[in-house]
């Protein structure tokens, strides 16, 4: 009988080692899947790291070419309006001269309002300086001028417009500034 114990205790031990050598092999197995779960976590945030970095430089990529497509746009209209503004004064000029064909003097309006119309669409308009206090940003002082009827530091005379494109000044007024 005691071999028979001695046998049943064997069996038991053996039994006791292989759950334990299961729980063993069971332990290493999760140590071992859970090793790989962390690195392939790992790598889905860097690999999600390296998306949303690469998103974010594309994004401004993006952005700086449309802000340099929309200032290139309006380079090209500025230069284009600048270009045009000495027929513009030249126009304006014939408009104020003495003409005894009415039907001429008619035509020619017609054509500077066309002109304006195309400056309002362009979205130019003409700086306003008389008597306007002067500023150096949009205003260019060719002289001074003692005893007007403006006060001191005040645009008293405007010798050629000057014009904004938007908020660009495309040409400062030239002025002359009571002293």
């Known amino acids: ?4 114990n001695l046998t049943e205790e064997q069996l038991d031990e053996n039994e006791i080692c292989e759950t334990f050598s299961d729980e063993d092999d069971a332990a290493s197995e999760y140590n071992d899947t859970a090793s790989q779960f962390a690195e392939l976590e790992d790598a889905l945030n860097e690999a999600n790291d390296r998306y949303m ?3 974010a430089e594309y994004d401004n990529y993006r952005k700086r070419t449309a802000k340099e497509k929309t200032e290139t746009y309006q380079n090209a209209s500025a230069k284009c309006i600048e270009e045009l503004l000495t027929f513009i004064d030249s126009f304006e000029r014939s ?9 001429f003097k008619n035509g020619m309006q017609l054509i500077w309002g066309q002109l304006r119309s195309f400056l309002d669409k362009m979205n130019v308009t003409a700086i306003e300086a ?3 206090e002067f500023d150096p940003n949009i205003h260019n002082a ?3 001028q003692d005893g ?3 006060a ?3 645009v008293c005379a405007v010798y050629q417009k000057g014009y904004m494109l938007g908020d660009k000044l495309i040409r ?4 002359a500034v009571a002293v």
């Open 1 to 4: 009988m005691d071999d028979k």
């Open 53 to 55: 970095r690469l998103f």
């Open 95 to 103: 408009l104020e001269s003495e003409c005894t064909d009415e039907n």
């Open 130 to 132: 008389l008597g306007d």
């Open 142 to 144: 060719i002289s001074q």
């Open 148 to 150: 007007t009827d403006y």
């Open 152 to 154: 001191s530091n005040h």
């Open 172 to 175: 400062p007024a030239m002025v």
